[in-house]
């Protein structure tokens, strides 16, 4: 009889350990795929990149975000005009999407990263799809 208790008592105890595991896995794949949600203090801060031009090598971008909602824009239309073309301006998030008083096209928000949608407000598709991202500056 002892021998039965001792017996169900590590089956118990083995069965406990297991279900942990499993639902520490479980959790831990949720947290690891749970999108960090946008926010305003999050996307503060400057991005750039060199971004496709149909009549011109690049157009290098540095786009700078400020907490009190405003923007610069800094274009160079590499292999054309060296000169900076600048616009300025407020922004606004809404639904992960980054909005630039003054253009016809949004961002989305991603980490540490924005994208640049097209004038529908899709993703860019094809082959220069990855070309249309400003990274986050690390300063």
């Not at 279900?19 to 750039?48: D, H, M, P, Q, W």
């Amino acid at each position: 009889m002892m021998r039965l208790v001792v017996y169900l008592s590590g089956l118990l105890i083995a069965l406990f350990v297991v279900i942990s595991c499993i639902n520490t896995r479980k959790n831990a794949g949720l947290e690891s795929n749970k999108f960090v949600k946008a926010t305003e203090g999050r996307v503060v801060g400057t991005y750039y990149g060199d971004l496709p031009c149909i009549d011109c090598d690049a157009i290098s971008t540095i786009l700078t975000l400020t907490g009190d909602k405003a923007y610069k824009l800094d274009y160079i239309y590499l292999g054309k005009n060296p000169k900076p073309f600048s616009r300025t301006g407020t922004w606004d998030l809404k639904n992960g999407e980054l909005n630039l008083d003054g253009l016809d096209y949004k961002y989305k928000v991603e980490p540490n990263q924005l994208r640049q949608l097209d004038l529908s407000g899709n993703e860019i598709t094809g082959d220069l799809a990855d070309r249309y991202v400003l990274r986050f500056a690390n300063e």
